[in-house]
């Protein structure tokens, strides 16, 4: 079966400080992968979407980039983090050329100070 | 904005009571799908229709889809205290490999 995993679950950073989140995914080869924003009590904000190794589709202008080393991990990353970076930030993988079901991670909570 | 809104933002029901929240979009779909989320935790896919269906059950979840009215409902049935949780429609739209979320619903079963 498949597994996602997020880390770290929660993180504490001051601004300008830089960031790493990490996503690998198990059970499943060349997924898509994504990461989101979410802001308290809203929806979700794509932020980066991959369909294959170092191929990174950004949504939005932001103060993140993100990476993928490998087939299944895929990597959120900030030079310096903003207040405004705060949030939860979830991955997700999906089956390349399906129906687009997604399946998420446990999520890391950001709150930058 | 290509996402939709969910309506109502907020539902409380008793327990037992059926839930039925909804969803409009604006563009054409392939699919929708609609996930919940608990309480600080990632989202969890529940059920998929296509756009050429236009109801589906699942155990004690119904979706029924309106294309013409770019709509959708989820219905739960005999709702539980851990139905509980944020409900949100997704569309996935011809072509690519983004789902767009809806705002989302915030169901509360009261014991």
């Known amino acids: 079966s498949q597994t996602i995993h997020q880390w770290p679950a929660t993180l504490v950073q001051p601004v300008g400080s830089p960031l790493s989140l990490e996503c690998t995914v198990e059970?499943?080869?060349?997924?898509?992968l994504y990461w989101y924003r979410q802001a308290a009590g809203r929806g979700l904000q794509l932020l980066f979407y991959?369909?294959?190794?170092?191929?990174i589709s950004s949504e939005v202008p932001q103060n993140l980039s993100a990476s993928r080393p490998q087939d299944r991990q895929f990597i959120l990353s900030s030079k310096k983090l903003l207040l405004s970076d705060s949030g939860f930030y979830l991955c997700?993988?999906?089956?390349?050329?399906?129906?687009?079901?997604?399946?998420f991670g446990p999520g890391t909570r950001l709150t930058v100070t | 904005s290509q996402q939709g809104e969910e309506d109502p933002q907020a539902l409380s029901i008793q327990e037992g009571e059926n839930a039925t929240m909804n969803c409009s979009y604006k563009?054409?779909?392939?699919?929708l799908q609609w996930y919940r989320q608990n309480s600080g935790r990632g989202l969890v896919h529940l059920i998929l229709?296509?756009?050429?269906?236009r109801e589906k059950h699942s155990g004690r979840l119904r979706v029924t889809l309106d294309t013409s009215k770019k709509s959708s409902s989820l219905l739960i049935t005999a709702s539980r205290a851990a139905d509980t949780a944020s409900y949100f429609c997704?569309?996935?739209?011809?072509?690519?490999?983004?789902?767009?979320f809806g705002t989302g619903t915030r169901l509360t079963i009261i014991p």
């Open positions: 997700a993988w999906s089956v390349l050329g399906g129906r687009n079901e997604q399946y």
């Open positions: 059970g499943t080869s060349n997924p898509n």
């Open positions: 991959s369909v294959g190794i170092g191929q």
């Open positions: 563009t054409s779909i392939n699919n």
């Open positions: 229709i296509r756009s050429n269906e």
């Open positions: 997704a569309r996935s739209n011809f072509g690519n490999e983004k789902l767009t």
